[in-house]
């Protein structure tokens, strides 16, 4: 049977992986600093690209797809050869005369399937880890970009021969037949829908794998916050790319003593970003736009079937699918756009008559991405943070821990699993290998070989007490 293009390719990568996976870390760093070198050589067309994909400022490109690429590329650069480096355990009594090493190896070959909403970052950042890592490693990124997917390309073509990086282009049938083949890691980030046929694909060859998926990532704010500074920040994340972050804040918890100070300090920090006129707004340069007419359909929906009060913001142009930033209240949680992620410039604000009801509110949905806390109290918000869960938090602030490379990113149970970033990214493309090394002729554990005599049996009862 003659083989498809996608399976030769990977069969070409499979061949090429002992080889990678034998570079030193010198290599490796030498391929990340290449690719570090054609990012800043390229940084104008990457901006005309997401502008053409998104109507993206340059300014945010620069912000939320070029610098994280390039501080992960750095932290590996910093830290890789001590990644790399072997790392000794302490050796329990009842192994006296053998020593312990944890190896991280490469996995082999890596499928990285990335979305459209973080186009260049969502791709390259992944890919860092696994070069980091020692693996060969094939991309399919979101045909919904395809300006940023042409540029992707060139870049890739010029830094790495296809056997060891290779970016695949096409829809939803592509990245079915990508995860039919034996890939040793799946990298996955997008909807927990997908992410679920996507570990169900991964199973059939126990291929390991890393879901980022999304969810509805709440703010908890407090009657003592900051009130101008939290309303700041929480308009600067629901802002970030129109709204379709996976990390940006959907919707916020308040108390009520100051549900309508941070209503109003919503509105004025909206207007300071991006104008104070709708037709200012209409026509910024720092507003994305949502990225095609299906997504705009179904977040219209949503702003039309909210049912709540449109305190600020709330106008649409089909034409250009933009939507302006939206403050909701007065919302029942059964709303449509409380039951699902908006992905959008929608921010629903609710009150709630403590901190008691919101961790009650946030608990009883499923576990998200990110939560957010703001409160004038380090111990309250540690306390907030103990008696919730989610794949990551911010205290005081929004979005920043997913651009930290010394945080590990990623989901919990619905909103994905497995982590990225950093050390954290490269061990998520690594096998930590445990590696027993016999020192001496004879090892404690040779005194409880059978014959099992009564003296072994004292042995095996002393070990068990007291080793």
């Known amino acids: 049977m003659t083989a498809t293009p996608l399976e030769a390719l990977f069969a070409r990568q499979q061949a090429a992986r002992w080889r990678v996976a034998a570079t030193s870390p010198d290599q490796r760093r030498a391929k990340l600093r290449a690719l570090l070198e054609a990012l800043m050589t390229h940084r104008g067309e990457a901006q005309a690209a997401l502008a053409a994909d998104f109507r993206k400022s340059p300014e945010e490109v620069d912000l939320t797809e070029l610098y994280p690429v390039i501080s992960e590329i750095k932290e590996a650069l910093r830290h890789l050869r001590r990644w790399m480096k072997p790392r000794r355990v302490p050796t329990p009594i009842g192994l006296f005369g053998s020593a312990g090493t944890i190896r991280h190896e490469p996995k082999g070959v890596a499928l990285i399937?990335?979305?459209?909403?973080?186009?260049?970052?969502?791709?390259?950042?992944?890919?860092?880890?696994?070069i980091a890592a020692g693996d060969c490693a094939i991309l399919k990124p979101s045909e919904f970009t395809p300006h940023t997917n042409t540029f992707l390309r060139k870049l890739l073509a010029g830094l790495f021969p296809e056997e060891e990086v290779a970016l695949v282009e096409g829809e939803a049938d592509t990245a079915q037949a990508l995860l039919a083949l034996p890939f040793d890691h799946v990298f996955f980030t997008g909807?927990?829908?997908?992410?679920?046929?996507v570990m169900k694909a991964a199973a059939e060859h126990l291929a390991s794998v890393t879901l980022e998926l999304g969810g509805k990532s709440p703010v908890l704010v407090d009657a003592d916050a900051n009130l101008r500074e939290?309303?700041?920040?929480?308009?600067w994340g629901k802002g970030l790319n129109g709204g379709q972050t996976c990390v940006a804040p959907d919707y916020v918890l308040v108390h009520e003593r100051v549900h309508e100070a941070l209503v109003a300090e919503l509105k004025q920090a909206f207007e300071a970003f991006y104008g104070t006129t709708p037709e200012a707004r209409r026509t910024s340069p720092d507003l994305a736009r949502i990225i095609n007419d299906r997504h705009f359909t179904r977040i219209q929906a949503l702003l039309r079937g909210s049912g709540g009060q449109l305190a600020f913001g709330g106008d649409v142009d089909a034409a250009s699918r933009y939507i302006s930033p939206t403050v909701l209240t007065d919302l029942d949680p059964a709303s449509p756009v409380m039951q699902?992620?908006?992905?959008?410039?929608?921010?629903?604000?609710?009150?709630?008559?403590?901190?008691?009801?919101?961790?009650?509110?946030?608990?009883?949905?499923?576990?998200?991405?990110?939560?957010?806390?703001?409160?004038?109290?380090?111990?309250?918000?540690?306390?907030?943070?103990?008696?919730?869960t989610a794949g990551g938090s911010c205290i005081n602030d929004t979005v920043l821990h997913f651009a930290h490379t010394g945080l590990?990113?990623?989901?919990?149970?619905?909103s994905g699993f497995g982590k990225a970033h950093g050390r954290h990214g490269f061990e998520a493309f690594s096998n930590a290998r445990g590696i027993l090394r016999q020192r001496t002729r004879f090892s404690a554990i040779q005194l409880m070989y059978p014959p099992y005599t009564g003296f072994v049996r004292r042995m095996i009862d002393l070990t068990l007490r007291y080793f």
């Open 191 to 197: 909807s927990p829908a997908v992410g679920r046929a």
């Open 230 to 235: 939290a309303a700041r920040k929480i308009a």
């Open 408 to 414: 590990p990113t990623g989901g919990v149970n619905t």
């Open 340 to 388: 699902e992620e908006i992905f959008g410039p929608l921010l629903p604000v609710l009150k709630v008559r403590d901190m008691a009801e919101a961790v009650a509110f946030v608990n009883a949905r499923p576990k998200p991405l990110a939560l957010y806390v703001f409160s004038g109290s380090r111990r309250v918000a540690g306390d907030l943070i103990a008696r919730t």
């Open 113 to 130: 399937i990335s979305p459209w909403n973080y186009p260049i970052y969502l791709t390259l950042g992944p890919l860092v880890s696994a």
